[in-house]
């Protein structure tokens, strides 16, 4: 199953409204994580099941979707948040992340 | 706390073999799903392979099917990936990370990684 992402990047100001998007080849119900990596550093699980917030993940972050589309929002971009974000799937396997939309500062 | 530690990696001649080990603590080890990601320099992720808690289920890539085998020490808490005949793209940081009770679980922990450089 292959993943897209759209944007590819993004430029943003703090206190903006960000959304990212994901589309899967076929139908992957709600089997959709979203995580954040920043430079040199592992990824951070943020949603899973499409949109459910992991422990610990600012409610700033919420995640929707299901079956091919998917949508990350940030509603109100913070200083940390800037990073690549990637989905992934976990429909099947093998397991395939998106290529990554990286979010940088206007 | 849930510590993921990989250890293992380093320069290797393409074709030769390096084995990853990844040492876990702060969970019930054997309670759980693991998997190992990789990341190419200033590329993305991508799963390499899984291993179910009790070993009875794995899972590869096909870049690296009959290549890699992923294997797991439930007594000694740690994960393995034993890499044949490497090639210059299997060159990547590789992630050691938690999976969850089923094959659809997220990765909610991952190690910092261990650098593999497959060159001559």
């Known amino acids: 199953i292959q993943l897209t992402q759209s944007p590819s990047f993004l430029s943003a100001s703090v206190g903006d409204r960000v959304t990212i998007t994901c589309r899967a080849s076929?139908?992957?119900?709600?089997?959709l994580a979203w995580y954040q990596q920043k430079p040199g550093k592992a990824p951070k699980l943020l949603i899973y099941a499409a949109s459910t917030l992991q422990s610990g993940v600012p409610s700033r972050f919420s995640g929707s979707g299901s079956g091919t589309e998917f949508t990350l929002t940030i509603s109100s971009l913070q200083p940390e948040d800037f990073a690549t974000y990637y989905c992934q799937q976990l429909n099947s396997y093998p397991v395939t992340f998106g290529p990554g939309t990286k979010v940088d500062i206007k | 706390e849930v510590q993921l530690v990989e250890s293992g990696g380093g320069l290797v001649q393409p074709g030769r073999s390096l084995r990853l080990s990844c040492a876990a603590s702060g969970f019930t080890f054997d309670d759980y799903a693991m998997h190992w990601v990789r990341q190419a320099p200033g590329k993305g992720l991508e799963w390499v392979s899984g291993i179910s808690w009790n070993s009875g289920s794995t899972g590869y890539a096909d870049s690296v099917k009959g290549r890699f085998t992923i294997s797991r020490d439930n007594a000694k808490n740690s994960l393995y990936l034993q890499m044949n005949s490497l090639r210059a793209e299997d060159t990547a940081l590789y992630y050691c990370a938690k999976g969850g009770d089923s094959s659809s679980s997220p990765f909610d922990y991952w190690g910092q990684g261990t650098l593999v450089t497959v060159s001559s």
């Open positions: 076929q139908g992957i119900s709600s089997y």
